[in-house]
């Protein structure tokens, strides 16, 4: 049955930003904690850690989220797991943004000049010191503006969720479309809102590069 | 425990890699069109014609902010509602090419304004028409600086259109899709199918990396 499309479906459909937000920020929580992991090991002494990282970062820049999607969903069956949307996207999610923020921060670390580290070996500082206290804070700075970049690309990726079965915004504008059949309305709606959640990072991202462009060339 | 069963995968093996096919003559349709789209956006906004630029702005900037999936969305089911009714497969080169386009744009322009105003002026000074200012010394050179991002970003574009399978267009992942409705050996399809994306972006990095040696190095360094 086609029903008119009510206030009701509007708010259906924004209350569906939660998820879409709730998942966005387990990705990136998760994929900063594997982003940090692959960056170290990609800047590593032992030349299997870089090797290994190295790979991990080419096969998730250089595969479709979708799929990476896909074979997490099933692959849940294959380890005997139940099969469940969120948590399938959730990992997904999390190894894709472990590979580009590791690629990102490995940028960043390898752009500390290395007499800082040299400082910091002289220094006697131990390895766990030298990055804490001396690269990564350095590093850090340089990274924030890509970092707030790859979070507008990591927002729209979780858009892909809708198509294993996770109830998010994209999925929401899907649900309402099928019972009311209004795609312009919908989609536009839908489209909207992921636009009041990117376009302000966009421009943070933007501002942050634009006053380190300064920072380094002043 | 589970049992691997790769018979269903490598039976239709034809079938996956015509699907691979399709990705690619897709991919490559929205390149060469979102190149066309790219630079007339970059020349529009680096214009000084006010109104234009700002339409570029907003083009570029709804489509960077909002994912793909929604935009195909919007323009296979949400078009007709306008009068414009698509096919897939052509719902699924306009938007790919919509999409492109605006980072594309981004990327040009960047170049563009890579290229130093003297330049320019040098140009006119050697006698060169305004056309072939533009041809040699603003685009060539530009296309040279920025082609690492714009090949990466054509790169991304061919994962990216993995999508306009949920719109039921055809390329490789409806392909796998299609076989997976009829075998249910999902997990091993879908790594075949990743793997054979994963060799797709290999061969178009190659491609790119070639292009990159026979056009867009400086003579004195062949």
Redesign the interface.
Known sequence: MIREFSSADILFIVSAVRWTLILSVIAFLGGAIGGLAVALARTAQGRLRRRIAAGFIQVFQGTPLLMQLFLVYFGLAVLGLPIDPLLAAAVALTLHASAYLGEIWRGAIEAVPPGQTEAAVALSLSYRDRMRHVVLPQAMRLATAPTVGFLVQLIKGTSLASIIGFTELTRAGQIINNATFKPFLVFGTVAALYFVLCWPLSLLARHMEARMRLAITR | ??QFNFQPVFGNLDLLLYGAWLTVRLSLMAMVLGLVVSVLGAVAKTSGIRPLRWLVDVYV??I????????I??IF??????GISLSPNTAALVALVVNVGAYGTEIIRAGIESIPRGQIEAGRALGLSPAQIFRYVVMVPALRNIYPSLTSQF?YLM??S??V??ISANDL?SAGADLNARTFA??EI??V??IL??VL??GFSTLFAAIRRAFFTYPASR
């Open positions: 425990m589970y900037e709804v960077r902010n909002t994912p793909f999936l929604v935009q969305f919007f089911f949400g078009l007709p509602a306008a790169i994962l990216t993995s999508v399978s949920v992942a999902s997990f879908y790594l199918l990743t994306y994963f972006a290999l």
